[in-house]
């Protein structure tokens, strides 16, 4: 199979603003030895690549690709024999040809060469955009519910911005595990989309001060738990509506980074903090693919009820008009952003 020299991609040269983002000639990615290729089809827009963007999170170099989630079809297999050997990878079925979805930073190229642990194969019955759509959001939702805290039937837990691709996601599974789901969220009409979806009591932040609301709803005890992406915005509020042994499941920055605080702030009430990275959860192959198995029977199932908000072309201003969308509070944002990179 002949390859092109140059590809395209999505690319900053800097940290700043969406107007640092821009689209790049580059060369054909160079493949290491337990890596595979992949020509992308699709690309997931999260909130973590503005991390990325704006230099909360650090990239190694730059120009540096931006996009942390795609999907699209395996080109190039490893060269390593230690890697085609091992039986993690058999059990993976890779092959030239087969469907996977990609989960590492610089996933906005029309071709990117990964480590093999960073590419999962995708089932027949899934969809290429839906694959793109699923994983950040359905691992996140897996991981966190498990390991960070468990959630179970019985609790009570708080998801700020409910409405969103992760909360939906949250939604889904914690009322799988019969927990009493409430949220926040922007607008009446993502408030309904909630509610539809099983949300339990959802708070309009933009009218209702949460806090209040949510002692309310527990009869002044507090939630068990809180999964709050939301960061600056949130975070010591977070503080007030937690019960006593209640835990704050710091999952992301969307307003900014929350200023630091004293560990003396958890006492008060005995509140475990954890800021989980869901990389962390997967590190290993067997980690990988066990939440891996339980996300596609979710996808399967309609557990997960996957959203496509909105499809960008793929070019420089599409990227930068996702970037926008998904770091404006009260948007009509209410599932995923996706960006077209090739042809199946």
Not at 8 to 26: C, D, F, M, N, R
Not at 42 to 59: E, M, Q, S
Not at 206 to 234: I, P, Y
Request: overall charge neutral; aromatic content about 8%; charged content about 20%.
């Amino acid at each position: 199979m002949l390859f092109p020299k140059e590809i395209q991609a999505i690319t900053i040269s800097a940290h700043g603003g969406p107007e640092v983002v821009e689209k790049s000639t580059l060369p054909f990615p160079e493949q290491g030895p337990q890596d595979i290729v992949v020509k992308v089809v699709w690309a997931g827009v999260n909130t973590i690549d503005t991390y990325f963007r704006k230099g909360l999170y650090p990239v190694k170099k730059f120009p540096q690709v931006l996009g942390t989630e795609g999907s699209g079809i395996i080109v190039k297999l490893p060269t390593d024999e230690k890697v085609l050997n091992d039986a993690a990878y058999k059990r993976r079925g890779y092959k030239i040809g087969g469907r996977v979805s990609l989960n590492a930073l610089g996933a906005f190229a029309e071709y990117v060469s990964y480590a093999w642990t960073s590419v999962y194969p995708v089932p027949d019955e899934v969809p290429l955009d839906i694959a793109s759509s699923c994983v950040a959001h359905g691992l996140t939702a897996l991981t966190t519910m498990t390991e960070s805290y468990y959630v179970k039937k019985g609790d009570v837990i708080l998801v700020h911005t409910i409405a969103g691709g992760l909360g939906l996601a949250f939604l889904a599974y914690a009322k799988s595990r019969g927990a009493t789901v409430i949220g926040t969220t922007s607008t009446p009409e993502k408030a309904e989309l909630a509610k539809s979806l099983g949300a339990d009591h959802v708070i309009l932040y933009t009218k209702e001060n949460t806090v209040q609301r949510v002692l309310e709803l527990t009869n002044g005890e507090g939630v068990h738990a809180v999964f709050d992406g939301v960061g600056k915005d949130t975070f010591l509020p977070n503080f007030d509506l937690l019960r006593r042994k209640g835990t704050l499941v710091a999952i992301g920055n969307a307003s900014g980074a929350p200023d630091p605080i004293s560990p003396l702030k958890l006492s008060a009430k005995n509140i475990t903090l954890i800021r989980p990275s869901v990389f962390g959860y997967i590190v290993t192959p067997d980690e990988a693919d066990y939440y891996l198995g339980e996300l596609w029977q979710a996808i399967r199932s309609g557990l997960f009820k996957i959203r496509i908000h909105r499809v960008f072309p793929f070019t420089a201003e599409g990227v930068r008009e996702a970037h926008q969308e998904i770091n404006t509070p009260g948007s009509s944002l209410t599932g995923k952003l996706l960006i077209k990179i090739s042809e199946e």
